[in-house]
C-alpha cells in the first residue's frame, strides 16, 4: 500500500506561481511512475505530468514550458512547479503513483494504483 497526501494548493493570481508536493508512505518500490492529474468542475481528470524514477519527464501540452515535473526518490516526495499559471489551470490536482513506467500511457489514469485526496487550486483573472 501506498499513501499519497498533497499540499501546496491554493488562490493565486493569473501569471503567478505556486509549487505542489506530494509526499508517498508506505510500499514505494521498484521503477514506478509518479504523476499528476487535475480535475476541473464537469471535466474528465487528465494527466498533467508524470516522471519515473530516474527518468524523464513527461507534459501535457497545455502545461509544457510553464510546469515542471521532480521527484526526490529518497524522501518519497514528488513536485510539481507551476509557473505562469492560467484560469484554465484551475483544478483540483492528484497525486497519483503507478507501479509501471509512465513510458506507457502516462496519461491513463487506470492504469494508476494509489490516488491522494487532491489539493485545490484556484487562478484568477
Known amino acids: 500500500q501506498v499513501q499519497l497526501v498533497e499540499s501546496g494548493g491554493g488562490s493565486v493570481q493569473a501569471g503567478e506561481s505556486l509549487r505542489l508536493s506530494c509526499q508517498a508512505s508506505?510500499?514505494?518500490?521498484?521503477?514506478?511512475?509518479m504523476g499528476w492529474f487535475r480535475q476541473a468542475p464537469g471535466k474528465e481528470r487528465e494527466g498533467v505530468a508524470g516522471?519515473?524514477?530516474?527518468?524523464?519527464?513527461f507534459y501535457a501540452d497545455s502545461v509544457k514550458g510553464r510546469f515542471t515535473i521532480s521527484r526526490d526518490n529518497a524522501a518519497n516526495t514528488l513536485v510539481l512547479q507551476m509557473n505562469m499559471l492560467k484560469p484554465d489551470d484551475s483544478a483540483m490536482y492528484y497525486c497519483?503513483?503507478?507501479?509501471?513506467?509512465?513510458?506507457?500511457?502516462?496519461?491513463?489514469?487506470?492504469?494508476?494504483?494509489?490516488w491522494g485526496q487532491g489539493t485545490q487550486i484556484t487562478v484568477s483573472s
Open positions: 516522471v519515473d524514477r530516474g527518468g524523464a519527464p
Open positions: 508506505g510500499t514505494t518500490y521498484g521503477p514506478y511512475c
Open positions: 497519483a503513483v503507478r507501479h509501471t513506467s509512465c513510458s506507457d500511457s502516462w496519461t491513463e489514469r487506470l492504469y494508476y494504483t494509489y
